[in-house]
């Protein structure tokens, strides 16, 4: 059975699904093509804990699993969702693990700033702590540049005009979908080769999101931050 914690891993990004999980993995392989520094790419392990219910019991694993006095950074990434306070949601599964005793963990007064000591702890809420959404919401922001991503929220806006009640978390979703299709259906097809799969994860291999080099843009800016300061040596 793998170990939680793997040999050599000394920085932990704890991330809700799969989704979010393919997104970081891309976003840290440009940091470490792109950036000047050189950052710990190699000792950066990401873990799923499947859903903001079960962080406090990854958080309670990771306190007992055998590597945990190697580690030096956790990253905790977690969506604002909607009618709660993602942030300070985080911030209480901290300090019930806390409560069962040692090691303890750094509590983080603010997002994306890090704790002092060993481990230094830090929280991204995405897509802001101010803003309640998903990922989704995150990269659908970053598509932005594009004219389609105009017709999508119209579409939407149209939706809600003629009275058809959408549940936020749903739209959130559909709306990758929808901009992806919109892509897809033009004879300048954006979406290179995808014809089964219109999902979130297919966003990066679209030729806007290399082409424009989205991840880039100004809408991740508090990721890049989050993503840099834990890699950072």
């Not at 990253?75 to 901290?94: E, H, K």
Request: proline letters at 5%; glycine letters at 6%.
């Amino acid at each position: 059975m793998a170990e939680l914690i793997p040999e050599g891993k000394t920085r932990l990004l704890l991330v809700e699904g799969q989704d979010d999980h393919i997104f970081f993995e891309n976003f840290v392989n440009h940091l470490a093509d792109s950036s000047d520094e050189k950052l710990h790419v190699s000792n950066l392990a990401i873990i799923q804990y499947g859903g903001r219910t079960k962080l406090t019991l990854l958080l309670r694993e990771l306190k007992k699993a055998q590597n945990f006095e190697m580690v030096t950074h956790i990253g905790i990434v977690r969506d604002s969702d909607f009618n709660t306070d993602a942030f300070r949601s985080v911030q209480d599964r901290i300090r019930t693990v806390n409560r069962e005793g040692p090691p303890t963990l750094g509590i983080p007064d603010h997002p994306i700033l890090p704790t002092i000591g060993d481990p230094r702890v830090s929280i991204l809420i995405v897509p802001s702590v101010a803003r309640e959404g998903m990922l989704d919401d995150l990269v659908m922001d970053a598509l932005a540049v594009d004219p389609v991503a105009t017709c999508v929220h119209n579409y939407f806006n149209c939706l809600e005009e003629q009275q058809v009640t959408i549940v936020p978390e749903k739209r959130s979703k559909a709306q990758i979908r929808v901009f992806l299709i919109g892509k897809n259906v033009g004879l300048d097809t954006d979406v290179s080769g995808i014809t089964d799969r219109l999902f979130l994860s297919d966003v990066y291999e679209t030729n806007l999101w290399q082409r424009k080099n989205l991840w880039e843009s100004h809408e991740l800016t508090d990721a890049k931050a989050f993503l840099t300061q834990l890699l950072a040596p």
